[in-house]
């Protein structure tokens, strides 16, 4: 769906300008943020959009940004740049999640790093400049490595570069010659956090562990650790000098370490590290007062702060800027229509999303998630045709052929006008038509123009955009044009996505990490999409064939077969044809009709019963109240009656419960003792 403005998921890295006048925020939420730090409040100046999946870390060199996350790839940003914001470079050379990245102070060398041991150094210069060229461009692999890197730090001339794994080992590596020089051992946990002093003479790294080492890289051993955290070491900030250092974690404090007197202090307890919204401290370089020391006993698995008699003092009780974030969402079940979606966030508040629309269609505030969802529970049976996620703080729908084609729905149900109540649509097709309206509406207009003035010195088969109607079935025009077909609600209606924000789409392929340029996954806004895009590689062709020629593949079980048969006793004769076809999506009333109406044939005249799950939808009509007279027909199936409004599919979900097919029976119904409505429940 939309991506919020703000951060809607844990903030994982911060990096700012050597001015400190900007403030960069990577999230959880795929994006990166830019602030502005002039005023006492930090001002959102802009987004960066451009990977699909948790944004892990981030550096600032000179004027260059540069972003690593979990969708494998590492992408180059100009910093400072007003407006629109899309990559310089985007690489992706790693073949797993990129955990963390290192910069000198130079541009000639950036560092990233991830799962499966892989460590790569990078030519920011030259890989943009390639990459502009023909996007080929290869980092140096730095061997020797082994088990997943989680920290990376480089020296300020960019020769050293350390790397901590999970093995607890932090290795030292020449990156002229991208071979490991020195390996240093004493965490006992997956290394976090390192950092390395201008010289490269000295380094602090961070552990799950809960420690804290000083080492010393000349002698290639720890002089000092530090355990004063109760949980993992996230990050770490250090002086020019390294004579203070500040550290933050998993327990939620920051504290300040003088290093020289081996002394820690509290900068400010239990503080948020890892949430949507960033408390900024202005790390001053004070003396440590004595009465907020802290001693660490022997065990590395259980300490225990020591404080003095009269309490530890904190050095700073609120931040000096925050930023703005909204909460996340930690929950979430799609209700059984397929077209909305429940959930939850963060700070307890329940809505309800309709897919077909992008947007919020209630709100019930903090009220009890599966009581809901309880209350929303409808005996209705359509396919999944998509699959979701909150991973990102906000709902993500993945569509994926031919599985997004799997459900039809009669129109009038998604309140759409139609000219018959027979009409059906595929409710994956017209999602897509209405995402990528905008598009399919360029591509159009390019069209007519290239149309009046067509260029004769290029290959009708090699201009682009290719028309869509050359692959199309004759008797059925696309719909991007406008012209004449099965109708369409794309633009109107429940599938009208061109309010603001419009959502983002991400593309991906299925040839995995490693591929060229042109096939990596990357993320857009619809209402970016030029109708220029080389289709052949960047956008899948079955998303081309559905927009833009509203061809999908073959849709199986749209059919669904049952036994119509006489209720034993009930002195009706059998119908003709007693194993029918359906669509699965026929109400039950349609049956009853149909049974009626054989019968009828047979001079038995019956009347319809009234049988409706939802007998407040049928009061206009009067088809609730009506009180049949004489032999009233009644639909069974495993001994009751079956509601009207039920579809085929639903019947044999939700009251035949068995893989065949399902037997319905007609008799005359009681008036005395009519079968009972089903009890149907949600799933457990």
């Known amino acids: 769906m939309h991506l919020p403005l703000q951060h809607c998921g844990g903030v994982n890295a911060l990096a700012s300008l050597p001015s400190e006048s900007k403030l960069f925020t990577a999230s959880k939420d795929s994006t990166v943020k830019r602030w502005g730090l002039q005023d006492t409040q930090p001002a959102l100046e802009a987004s960066f959009e451009g990977h699909s999946d948790w944004v892990n870390d981030i550096i600032v060199v000179e004027d260059v940004l540069i972003s690593c996350s979990s969708d494998t790839t590492v992408q180059f940003w100009k910093a400072d740049q007003p407006g629109a914001h899309e990559p310089l470079a985007t690489f992706n050379q790693h073949t797993d999640y990129v955990n963390c990245l290192a910069g000198g102070k130079s541009r000639a060398k950036v560092a990233s790093a991830g799962l499966r041991a892989e460590v790569f150094l990078w030519d920011i210069q030259r890989g943009i400049r390639i990459h502009e060229q023909s996007g080929l461009y290869e980092a140096k692999a730095c ?144 003396p440590a007062d004595g009465s907020s020391a802290f001693l660490a006993g022997s065990s590395t698995h259980a300490r225990q702060r020591q404080q003095q008699d009269r309490g530890a003092q904190v050095q700073q009780q609120h931040p000096t800027h925050q930023t ?82 799997a459900a039809e729905v009669y129109a009038h149900s998604m309140g759409l006008e139609t000219s018959s109540e027979d009409e059906k649509m595929n409710i994956g097709l017209e999602t897509l038509q209405g995402l990528f309206v905008t598009w399919t509406q360029a591509i159009a207009l390019q ?22 109607t050359q692959s199309a079935d004759p008797q059925q025009p696309p719909y991007a044009d406008g ?48 109708g220029t895009e080389p289709r052949n590689s960047m956008i899948p062709k079955w998303l ?60 038995y005249h019956m009347q319809l019963g009234v049988v409706w799950w939802y007998p407040d939808k049928h009061q206009e ?46 008799g005359r119904q009681n008036s005395n003792k009519p079968a009972p409505m089903p009890i149907i429940k949600p799933a457990s």
């Not at 369409?488 to 490693?514: E, I, N, W």
């Not at 006793?569 to 149909?594: E, F, N, W």
């Open 143 to 286: 061997e020797g490595h082994t088990g997943s890197v989680y920290a990376l730090a480089l020296n300020e001339a960019g020769n050293f570069l350390a790397a901590g794994s999970t093995e607890g080992t932090i290795r030292i590596s020449d990156t002229r010659s991208h071979a490991v020089v020195a390996s240093l051992k004493g965490h006992t946990e997956n290394i976090r956090a390192l950092l390395l002093n201008d010289e490269g003479t000295l380094m602090v790294s961070g552990s799950s562990d809960h420690t804290m080492k000083l080492w010393d890289l000349g002698q290639q051993r720890c002089v000092q650790t530090l355990a004063v955290h109760t949980d993992s070491v996230w990050t770490l900030l250090a002086s020019p000098d390294f004579s203070v250092v500040y550290s933050g974690g998993r327990d939620r404090c920051v504290y300040r370490w003088e290093v020289d007197e081996q002394l820690a202090s509290v900068l400010q307890p239990r503080a948020s590290i890892d949430r949507a919204s960033v408390d900024l401290q202005r790390l001053k370089q004070q």
């Open 324 to 405: 703005s974030g909204i909460p996340p969402l930690v929950q979430s079940a799609v209700l059984t229509d397929r077209r909305h979606l429940l959930t939850k966030d963060a700070q307890g508040n329940v809505e309800l999303w309709d897919i077909t629309t992008g947007a919020v269609a209630e709100r019930f505030g903090k009220v009890d998630f599966g009581q809901k969802e309880a209350e929303l529970f409808a005996p209705e049976s359509v396919p999944p045709w998509f699959t979701w996620d909150t991973k990102l703080g906000s709902l993500t729908l993945h569509f994926e052929t031919p599985q997004v084609f």
């Open 447 to 468: 069209q007519a123009a290239s149309q009046e003035t067509p260029d004769p010195n290029q290959p009708a088969d090699s201009q682009q955009p290719p028309n869509p």
């Open 483 to 530: 012209s004449s077909g099965p109708p369409s609600t794309s633009g109107r209606g429940p599938f009208d996505y061109t309010g603001a924000p419009y959502p983002p789409v991400v593309m991906s392929t299925l040839q995995g990490p490693g591929q060229p340029w042109d096939q990596q996954p990357w993320q857009m806004c619809v209402s970016k999409f030029t």
């Open 544 to 603: 081309c064939d559905a927009v833009l020629a509203r061809r999908i593949p073959s849709v199986k079980e749209t059919k669904a077969g049952f036994l119509l048969m006489p209720a034993q006793g009930s002195g009706l004769p059998s119908l003709l044809q007693s194993k029918l076809t359906a669509p699965r999506i026929l109400p039950v009333h349609k049956v009853a009709v149909y049974c009626q109406s054989k019968l009828a044939e047979q001079s």
């Open 621 to 666: 009509t009067g088809e609730a109240q009506q009180q049949p007279q004489g032999d009233v027909l009644e639909l069974t199936c495993n001994g009751m009656a079956i509601p009207y409004d039920l579809s085929l599919a639903a019947v044999r979900q939700y009251i035949w419960k068995r893989s065949d097919d399902p037997v319905l029976q007609y």
